[in-house]
């Protein structure tokens, strides 16, 4: 099975993020950088799949800057077989152009399966896989939670609000992944050496245009501290009133 | 230091594998492990997959294939949560499986290291006897050659892995009367004392090992810190060694040690600075949480000069350590560097765990909050691989000897 896994370097989410000097990004320093956890999770889906199935060949796709190729060696790390960086100065914010961008190399490379993350926080779009999908005319499933693939055919669970569903789809397909599909690993001291010599080609990324750009860029609105009223039973008229005059909301 | 001339890339990634095992693994369990006392057989495990039980022993052995600062970056890294399983791959690695790497035969090296560098076996060292602690000429343990074997007598005290270990290399005199020279170093096996929790998790022990007559652990010390390492007397009665088990030549077995604790040093230094630089983290954020007098006391500059010293002396902390991991690794001479490092650090941990401390105020006193634990692991750094004081005759010695040259 030919696997190929496009993988996002986004920053540390537990972090207090300052906005640039230009408005519209998000001021790097300090940051730390990882690969997108929901990657992270398609990269093990890929990986268990190769496990089972002798030959496979796991693919990690990367579109970025030069920094990128950490993201891609941490996936090589794991136990992916070979990386591709689609070189760009930086990610675009507009879906569309990295999806493009994305599938002028995946359909070059003949894959059985194309994996995503749902999402990736940083943008927090989720269109990055289905637009992919839809470029390169393959079925897409999104946000799958477990994932079975059997005689060129692929079984998956989708997590629903209160229902699970579960789908059928042919193979080539394009899957978009979720949490709760698995643990991803973390690499062994052995992977990490490994990952230095395997194969990692750049190749410059075909960027259209962005449709969608980013404007401006602002924090939410400090919270006020809060206030405490009074005590016991004594306290609840004052409280219905400034619920009623101040918060509005009874 | 997040980058520094030291690390390579690979360095960051494997400092960013063993950071994520540690928050993810480690953290979670450090507390109650130490609670409890307890062993942890299930992270050892994990530990040896990843690779971290053999990090600088060639591939051919078992190993990771790793250099120095690579493994000095994981005791230091693991050291940030958890002293006790930063001891563990210390001891394990240096102290158990690094005589065998470097005085062993080939024989030797193929019958025991891989078994070691894998995790499928743990290893220790049996130096320290009663009365021989700092003064570690006066082993008293005797090795007597009867035909193709040696018989040993006599008992080691304060020995980490001494009960979950089944390889130790351990020191008796072969020569009485010939000083250190007289002092030859052996390899010894006997079972797991954990063997239900080792079968059942297919680690700790393997049944092709000599489980030899008349060599047994005593009972766990009941420590202050590092709970969670696993410390015991050894005793040998009678104890048939066969001679392919001698460790070198008979005679080298002291200068041996003393080689092999030049490296335990430096990873004494790395584990300390983890433990400085754990308790530094907490309460650098503690600082910004907690508010007095209508401010984040990180407001005062009480505080602030506190928090200001304490990186100071782990930035300097830092660049001993690394310095000394990096002479070793370029195989120059490191005993004075690794003396001064160790010296250093640990002494530096136990000042930063005790600020730590006062910084968290009474919460910090708890053991809701790790710095308590930290500042019970400090300590034994000062005293364990050779004493603050041993370490100042080290560096006394090295320096006088190179004004004589
Ligand atoms: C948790 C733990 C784990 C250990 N693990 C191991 C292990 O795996 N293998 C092993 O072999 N040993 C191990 N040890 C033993 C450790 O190395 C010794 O405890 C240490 O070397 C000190 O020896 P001692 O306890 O006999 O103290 P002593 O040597 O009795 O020292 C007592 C005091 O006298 C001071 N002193 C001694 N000589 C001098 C001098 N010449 N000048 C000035 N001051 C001096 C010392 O610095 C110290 O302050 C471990 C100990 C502990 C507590």
């Not at chain 1, 080539?172 to 395997?198: H, Q, Y």
């Amino acid at each position: 099975m030919k696997i190929a896994v496009c993988v996002k370097r986004v920053p540390d989410m537990d972090v207090r993020f300052r906005i640039g000097a230009d408005n519209i990004s998000v001021d790097q320093g300090g940051l730390k950088f990882d690969i997108n956890d929901f990657d992270a999770w398609a990269v093990e889906a890929a990986l268990q799949l190769k496990d089972k199935n002798a030959g496979s060949e796991v693919t990690v796709i990367s579109l970025g800057p030069d920094v990128v190729q950490e993201t891609i060696r941490k996936a090589l790390s794991m136990g992916a077989d070979r990386g591709i960086q689609i070189k760009a100065d930086k990610v675009p914010f507009d879906g569309l152009a990295i999806a493009k961008a994305l599938s002028a190399e995946l359909k070059t490379g003949g894959y059985d399966l194309i994996l995503f993350g749902k999402m990736s926080p940083d943008s927090s779009n989720g269109v990055v896989g289905p637009m992919a999908a839809e470029l390169l005319g393959l079925p897409c499933v999104t946000a799958i939670s477990s994932l079975e693939i059997a005689n060129g055919k692929g079984t998956a669970k989708r997590e629903l609000e209160g229902a699970q569903e579960i789908v059928e789809f042919p193979l080539p397909a394009v899957l978009t992944v979720d949490e709760g599909l698995n643990a991803a690993r973390l690499p062994s001291l052995k992977g990490i050496m490994a990952a230095k010599k395997k194969p990692l080609q750049i190749k410059p990324a075909l960027l259209a245009e962005p449709q969608i750009t980013v404007r401006k860029l602002e924090l939410p609105a400090e919270r006020k501290a809060g206030r405490i009223v009074g005590e016991g039973a004594a306290a609840v008229p004052e409280l219905v009133r400034l619920l009623q005059t101040e918060a509005k909301v009874l | 230091m997040e980058d520094s001339l030291y690390f390579s890339e690979q360095h960051l990634a494997v400092r960013n594998m063993v950071r994520e095992f540690a928050r993810g693994e480690v953290a979670p369990v450090a507390a109650e492990l130490d609670a409890k006392a307890e062993f942890p057989w299930a992270n050892v495990k994990k530990m040896g997959e990843l690779g971290l039980l053999g990090i600088p022993w060639p591939e051919e052995l078992g190993g990771a294939g790793l250099d120095l600062l690579s493994y000095m970056i994981v005791i230091n890294e693991m050291a940030k949560i958890d002293a006790s399983h930063a001891i563990t791959i210390s001891a394990h690695t240096t102290l158990g499986t690094s005589p065998i790497v470097n005085f062993g035969t080939a024989a030797q090296k193929k019958r025991y290291v891989p078994l070691l560098a894998t995790g499928k076996v743990l290893g220790g060292f049996g130096l320290t006897e009663p009365s021989a602690g700092s003064d570690a000429a006066s082993t008293r343990s005797t090795a007597v050659r009867k035909g193709s074997h040696y018989v040993l007598n006599g008992s080691k005290i304060f020995i980490t892995h001494g009960g979950v270990g089944e390889i130790f290399i351990v020191t008796a005199v072969t020569e009485p009367g010939a000083g250190t020279k007289g002092i030859s170093s052996f390899i010894v096996t006997k079972e797991s004392s954990d063997l239900d929790k080792t079968k059942r998790l297919g680690i700790g022990h393997d049944d092709s090992l000599t489980s030899m007559r008349g060599f047994t652990s005593g009972k766990k010390e009941d420590k202050l810190g590092w709970r969670a390492s696993d410390t015991r007397s050894l005793v040998f009665e009678d104890v048939e060694v066969p001679a392919e088990n001698l460790l070198g030549e008979e005679g080298e077995g002291f200068n041996n040690f003393m080689r092999t604790l030049d490296s335990g040093r430096v990873g004494i230094a790395a584990l300390s600075l983890g433990i400085a630089e754990g308790a530094f983290e907490h309460s650098l954020r503690y600082s910004t949480l907690r508010k007095q007098f209508g401010q984040r006391i990180s407001s005062f500059q009480g505080i602030q000069f506190q928090l200001a010293d304490i990186a100071t002396e782990i930035e300097a902390g830092k660049h001993l350590m690394f310095h000394a991991a990096w002479m070793a690794q370029n195989k120059q001479p490191f005993s004075k560097q690794a003396a001064i490092a160790k010296l250093y650090c640990s002494e530096l941990a136990m000042r930063t765990t005790i600020k730590a401390i006062q910084i968290h105020g009474g919460y910090g006193y708890t053991k809701e909050y790790p710095v308590e634990r930290m500042f019970r692991d400090a300590k034994i750094c000062e005293i364990g691989e050779g004493t603050s004081e041993i370490q100042r005759l080290v560096i006394a010695r090295n320096l006088l000897k190179e004004l004589a040259d």
